[in-house]
């Protein structure tokens, strides 16, 4: 991806040094410089240079996956599902949420999600033994709606012998991470910067709760432009999404809230 940090490219040391002293952090911030410009930068011999582009350019261009690949994409330390502890929601899943791959949660308002993302997160802190993915939660919240003491109460409830004592539970909250981003541009910057966050932190599940609250907020779908603008939006976070989701062999869970058709329709009618 574009936004790749430049050290993570095996750049010698030095190169790295000189770039972020020029504020040139990710491959787009690379190779958006012409020749000149990093003759300039580097102050070093050509062939440094275009070997610094030629990794770049490789780590932002789509590499082509063979069908084997995606069938052990899961066989790795990262467990293949995570369950949701609802036996029959589970069932239907095959297991819980696939690593690798996005599973949308959609639903009416009022209707729970918010407290399924935080029983998610409570879920994932958990050790591999219990079900868990024994790592730590992104949880992108752009509504302001989540709790850490309703988390709490949840784990307690659900969990009551392991979460018995004060370090179990400052463990759990230690390891979810909240990132409130109340608008569309903020975000999407927040999606383009979480893969070292994802690193850093061992993050094993990304919940964006939710992905329509801010479009609601800033687009009227009655009018056409917006209705372009919008979709391109939604069409980038979901490309990020998705290569979080395979790059890591991580479930993601971007959930929708929805006006069911008969309410709109009652609304209309008013």
Avoid at 40 to 51: K, L, Q, S
Avoid at 59 to 66: F, G, I, L, N, Y
Avoid at 154 to 170: G, K, V
Avoid at 226 to 255: C, D, G, W
């Amino acid at each position: 991806m574009a936004n790749r940090k430049v050290h993570r490219l095996g750049l010698d040391e030095d190169i790295v040094t000189r770039l972020t002293r020029h504020k040139i952090l990710t491959c787009q911030d690379l190779l958006t410089k012409n020749r000149l410009e990093l003759l300039r930068i580097f102050n070093t011999c050509e062939p440094r240079i275009r070997e610094a582009i030629m990794k770049a350019s490789r780590a932002c261009a789509p590499t082509s996956t063979k069908a084997l690949q995606l069938c052990e994409r899961n066989t790795g330390s990262c467990p293949g599902f995570l369950p949701t502890s609802l036996t029959t929601l589970d069932q239907l899943l095959q297991g819980g949420l696939l690593s690798g791959t996005i599973t949308e949660i959609a639903g009416p308002p009022g209707c729970g999600k918010t407290q399924f993302c935080m029983m998610l997160s409570v879920l994932a802190t958990l050790p591999v033994g219990m079900g868990g993915l024994n790592g730590s939660v992104m949880y992108l919240d752009t509504e302001s709606a989540f709790s850490a003491e309703r988390m709490v109460e949840m784990a307690q409830c659900r969990f009551p012998d392991y979460f018995l004592s004060e370090e179990a539970l400052m463990n759990l909250v230690e390891k979810v991470h909240i990132s409130v981003e109340s608008t569309c541009s903020d975000l999407l910057q927040r999606l383009e910067t979480v893969e070292e966050d994802l690193i850093e932190k061992g993050i094993r599940l990304v919940i964006l709760d939710s992905v329509a609250s801010p479009v609601r907020k800033e687009f009227d779908g009655r009018l056409g432009r917006n209705m372009v603008e919008r979709t391109n939006l939604l069409s980038k976070q979901a490309a990020i999404l998705k290569y979080l989701a395979e790059e890591f062999s991580i479930p993601v869970s971007p959930h929708f809230s929805f006006v069911p058709q008969s309410k709109t329709m009652e609304m209309k009618s008013c």
